[in-house]
């Protein structure tokens, strides 16, 4: 599977792109572009518009991939993957997040209704919830439900 143009316009719509470096909450990492983050990534850098859409491609593929491979030959709609791939680029992927976590485990049991109200839990920062994450949450789980 590949993430859906739904999903990359859904992504665009929450991330917002940014030209500049910025800190999104205090608690956060320099994010750049369409939220991109990482080592390379420091405040104080500027990306022109093709570098962001560049960045968000490739970053879009390997969060596509690693979902992928994590779902393996779990029976999986399109719309649960593009909530889940929503869900790991904004979380991350590994320990801490979308391959370690409850919501994961549930899906590849089969566990659909019970997953999708996993989405909810992931609304926090530093242990306080925040309203952009809660939002985002619950309209993952409505796609991932087979929502608009």
Known sequence: MTPSPKIIT???GYEKCRLKAYMPTPNDRPTLGWGSTGP???MGMKWTQ???DERFARDLARFGGQVSALLGSAPTTQDQYDALVSFAY???YGDGGL???TLLRMHKAGDYA???LQFARWD???GKSLAGLT???AAEAAIYRGGA
């Open 135 to 137: 939002k985002r949450r």
């Open 99 to 101: 391959k370690t976590s």
């Open 40 to 42: 390379d990534i420091r």
């Open 10 to 12: 859904f992504i665009q």
């Open 124 to 126: 926090k920062q530093a």
């Open 90 to 92: 904004n979380v991350g």
């Open 50 to 52: 093709v570098q962001a």
């Open 114 to 116: 019970d997953a999708a």
